[in-house]
């Protein structure tokens, strides 16, 4: 897919790049967090605290990752999902929802 040279595509272009960034590291998280699970209830509880750890770790990562491209990713719609430990004001939230609803109503979703 080619995009155009001016300066909003290119914007535009970066701030899809940061949504799917996030997206991408929110579902690895969930996947690790599901075999962290996964091994706990097989109690095997020395490789899920391994893997357990590892979760934190990326959920440190996402929150610094939301923390930084705020402004983007509720442009966008992206709210802090419940493992992130993440405050979101009345003005964030109201952004948020309006786009996915304008996305919604678009796609007559």
């Known amino acids: 897919m080619k995009f155009k040279k001016d300066s909003k595509s290119v914007e ?3 701030e899809l790049r940061i949504l799917a960034e ?3 590291r929110l579902k690895q998280m969930k996947i690790t967090q599901k075999k962290a699970n996964k091994l706990h209830d097989m109690e095997m509880d020395k ?3 391994k893997i357990q750890e590892l979760v934190q770790l990326l959920l440190e990562e996402i929150e610094a990752y ?3 491209y705020r402004k983007v990713l509720t442009k966008y719609g992206a709210l802090p ?3 992130l430990d993440i ?3 009345k003005e964030e939230r109201d952004v948020a929802t309006a786009w ?3 996305h919604r ?3 007559g979703i």
Request: net charge positive; hydrophobic share 10%; glycine share 0%.
């Open 87 to 89: 405050d979101i004001t």
């Open 81 to 83: 999902e419940p493992p």
């Open 47 to 49: 490789e899920a605290k």
């Open 100 to 102: 996915k609803n304008a």
């Open 22 to 24: 996030y997206n991408r």
């Open 66 to 68: 939301y923390r930084k």
């Open 105 to 107: 109503k678009k796609h």
């Open 12 to 14: 535009e272009n970066t």
